[in-house]
């Protein structure tokens, strides 16, 4: 992705740059930063759950040659594209994250799959601050007196 005063140039477009990278403590404003960019920039059904490029080969049209032999199948345009697209918004999530959390998350081969990922260690985070502010409430005590008296 080339870089150009500070916007990614894409071949279809420019990504304006994240202002804060994602770090441990700044999810929802990254989170909503970046989701928005890549809604606008129409490239947020790189990210969703499901996302699969189209098939890497395709039929001939005709299938079949003037001999009557089925023809071998073609490499799909859309495939490759899809695949370009998908490594530029791989490398603006990339970019977007702190070395903290590149370091955690950097083995994703797909935007989704990075997606994925930075959401799951975003939900990690926040079931252990439940859980240790459930155990503080509940060994909090006033004196002698707990948080039940």
Known sequence: MAQSSGVAKLAFG???????KLTRGNYGM?????????????????????????AAFVEPDPPVDTDGKKKAHV???????WIVKDSHVLNYLFSSLSKEIFSQVSSAASAAALWAAIQELHASQCRARVIATRMTLATASK???????
């Open 14 to 20: 420019f990504l304006p740059p994240v202002t804060e």
């Open 30 to 54: 990254w989170h909503a930063q970046v989701s928005h960019t890549l809604k606008g920039a129409r490239l947020a059904t790189h990210i969703r759950a499901r996302a699969m490029p189209p």
């Open 143 to 149: 004196g002698t007196s707990t948080v039940a008296e």
């Open 75 to 81: 490499p799909n345009l859309e495939y490759e594209e």
